[in-house]
């Protein structure tokens, strides 16, 4: 399916704005593709229960093949569910109206590159039904968006990947959509190029776009995003708010001019230390420990003591909650 025709399919009629709680919300959604002529069932995704709260920027994340891309191929209406179902926008996941406000960008959208960049969104516009008086300002405002107004005259085949992406995220903005569903809308692009989307992605959330995006580049998510949900396997193993989930790695004591006596008595209770000319830098992971190295500390006339919490940063939540995951299927299998 091309690049447009898939356009058309998505958007269709107006909708109200949603009056529940959650933009997306999925309830055990299921979906099994048969291979190899109905012999060999694959489930991509599987009791998937999803939940998007509004004005947000989320994150999908997952490693190759854990299902993301289904999932929004079902979100979008693309993919029929095998099991389960959901809602996105107050509507039933497939319903027609709610495509109208849905602006999506696929992982890699084939663009008609023959197109000058203004032609390509003009008939993006035409396509997302936008009224025909309106379609020359929106191609505008949406260029000036994504700071491509300067190459509105280039045909597609001259921009880099970068631009293009870009331009993917321009034609999802003409319609002035609720919901900004982006498949991977980093990936490839060289630092100048991802800092060029994550400006654009900023922006858009200043201007109240709920944004569902899926990413490998775990740094950038965790700029960017208020809460995530992490898929392995086809299954959700980790959702909630960013900061919740991150929690904190222990903490870190700073200490000046610490008595050598103390260290053989706290070194067994830290996770790391070291020493830069008369402070001694402690990093105390477990909770009980923190407080036993508080009290050894103070009882040990240390009267210059810092302390700040250490916070994990997403890739070491990312790995734990995967590596745990996968350990946790294997014993399953294992015992089944």
């Known amino acids: 399916m091309s690049f447009e025709k898939c356009l058309y399919f998505v958007r269709q009629n107006p909708l109200t704005e949603p009056s529940d709680n959650h933009i997306i919300e999925t309830q055990g959604l299921t979906k099994v593709y048969n291979r190899w002529f109905g012999f060999r069932m694959t489930e991509a995704v599987s009791g998937l229960d999803l939940k998007v709260p509004p004005d947000c920027t989320f994150g999908f994340l997952g490693p190759n093949g854990a299902g993301k891309t289904t999932t929004i191929k079902m979100l979008l209406g693309l993919v029929r569910p095998t099991r389960g179902g959901g809602r996105v926008l107050d509507r039933p996941l497939g319903n027609q109206e709610v495509r109208k406000r849905i602006g999506f960008l696929p992982e890699e959208p084939a663009f008609s590159r023959h197109l000058k960049a203004r032609e390509f969104l003009t008939l993006c516009a035409k396509l997302s039904h936008v009224e025909p008086d309106e379609q020359k300002k929106r191609v505008g405002e949406a260029l000036e968006t994504v700071k491509l107004s300067h190459r509105a005259g280039s045909r597609l085949s001259e921009f880099s990947r970068g631009m293009l992406q870009r331009i993917g995220i321009a034609q999802a903005l003409l319609h002035d959509p609720t919901l900004l569903i982006l498949d991977e809308p980093m990936t490839g692009l060289d630092p100048p190029g991802r800092r060029e989307i994550k400006e654009i992605m900023q922006n858009l959330r200043q201007r109240e776009k709920t944004i569902f995006f899926s990413s490998h580049i775990l740094s950038d998510v965790e700029e960017l995003c208020d809460s995530i949900g ?80 250490l916070q994990k940063n997403l890739d070491d939540v990312f790995m734990e909650t995967i590596e745990a995951d996968n350990e946790r299927r294997g014993k399953e299998t294992q015992h089944g």
């Open 230 to 309: 992490i898929l392995n396997q086809g299954r959700l193993v980790l959702s909630g708010p960013i900061l919740d989930l991150l929690g904190t790695a222990g903490v870190e004591y700073t200490v000046t001019n610490m008595p050598a006596t103390l260290l053989p008595t706290i070194e067994p209770l830290v996770a790391g230390m070291q020493k830069r000319n008369d402070q001694w830098i402690l990093q105390v992971a477990e909770k009980p420990n923190q407080e036993k190295v508080r009290r050894i500390l103070s009882d040990g006339g240390c009267s210059d003591i810092e302390s700040h919490r």
